[in-house]
T-cell receptor, first 115, second 119 residues
Framework: EAQVTQNPRYLITVTGKKLTVTCSQN?????MSWYRQDPGLGLRQIYY???????DKGDVPEGYKVSRKEKRNFPLILESPSPNQTSLYFC??????????????FGPGTRLTVL | AQSVSQHNHHVILSEAASLELGCNYS??????LFWYVQYPGQHLQLLLK??????LVKGIKGFEAEFIKSKFSFNLRKPSVQWSDTAEYFC?????????????????FGKGTKLSVKP
C-alpha cells in the first residue's frame, strides 16, 4: 500500500531535549516536505527536499533541521525544542518531475508537546 | 507574499443543506489549486485539484469546485452535506515550478474552514 508513515504519532517532551520525528514513504517520490499545523494558521512548510542530499528551507525553518540521506526517509530534527514548537506535524511526499502539478501525499501526523 | 484566504473560519450546517466554502488566492500567474479535507484526528486527504481545462472540477464524495480566474477564486461546493462531512477543509495553491514563493513544490495553504454538520 502506497503510504507516508511518521513516528512517533504522539510525543511529549521537555524543553531542550533533542528529538527526531521520522518520515518514510514507499512511493519512490523525490520530493518530500515537512509542515506544521497550528490552530488558525493552517499548514506552514518547515523544510522540503527535492531529492537525496538536496534540502531547503520553507516558510518557518527556525529551530528545525532535516536530512535526506536516502530517498525514502526525511527525518525532522529538533535540536533544542521549545514550547512554541508544540504543534501537529505532517510529512508529505509527491511524484518527481512536474512538481507544479504533483499531488502531495500526507502522513498521519505527529502531535508534539514541548513542556 | 503569495497567500490563500479562506474567509469562513467555522461553518455550521444541517444535513442536506448546500455548502459553499470560499477560497481566494493572490498569485496572478498560472496556478494549480487543491482542496484538502482533514477528518477529526486524521491526516489530510485530497478532495480535488485543478490544473487546467474545465474550470469546474469534480472530486470525491460529491464535492466540486469552480476556478474563476477573474476573481482569483476556487470555491468548494456540495449540494447536500452529510454528517460525515464534518471536518476541516483546506484550500491550497502551488505555482509554476521554481516560481512560487521561492520553494519549488511548496503548497501554500489557507488557514482552513471547520465544517460542522448537525444530524
Amino acid at each position: 500500500e502506497a503510504q507516508v508513515t511518521q513516528n512517533p504519532r504522539y510525543l511529549i517532551t521537555v524543553t531542550g531535549k533533542k528529538l527526531t520525528v521520522t518520515c518514510s514513504q514507499n512511493m519512490n517520490h523525490e520530493y518530500m516536505s515537512w509542515y506544521r499545523q497550528d490552530p488558525g494558521l493552517g499548514l506552514r512548510q518547515i523544510y522540503y527536499s527535492m531529492n537525496v542530499e538536496v534540502t531547503d528551507k520553507g516558510d518557518v525553518p527556525e529551530g528545525y533541521k532535516v536530512s535526506r540521506k536516502e530517498k525514502r526517509n526525511f527525518p525532522l530534527i529538533l535540536e533544542s525544542p521549545s514550547p512554541n514548537q508544540t504543534s501537529l506535524y505532517f510529512c508529505a511526499s509527491s511524484d518527481p518531475g512536474r512538481l507544479a502539478v504533483a499531488t502531495q501525499y500526507f502522513g498521519p501526523g505527529t502531535r508534539l508537546t514541548v513542556l | 507574499a503569495q497567500s490563500v484566504s479562506q474567509h469562513n473560519h467555522h461553518v455550521i450546517l444541517s444535513e442536506a443543506a448546500s455548502l459553499e466554502l470560499g477560497c481566494n488566492y493572490s498569485y496572478g500567474g498560472t496556478v494549480n489549486l487543491f482542496w484538502y479535507v482533514q477528518y477529526p484526528g486524521q491526516h489530510l486527504q485530497l478532495l480535488l485539484k485543478y490544473f487546467s481545462g474545465d474550470p469546474l472540477v469534480k472530486g470525491i464524495k460529491g464535492f466540486e469546485a469552480e476556478f474563476i480566474k477573474s476573481k482569483f477564486s476556487f470555491n468548494l461546493r456540495k449540494p447536500s452535506v452529510q454528517w460525515s462531512d464534518t471536518a476541516e477543509y483546506f484550500c491550497a495553491v502551488i505555482g509554476p515550478q521554481g516560481n512560487y514563493g521561492g520553494s519549488q513544490g511548496n503548497l501554500i495553504f489557507g488557514k482552513g474552514t471547520k465544517l460542522s454538520v448537525k444530524p
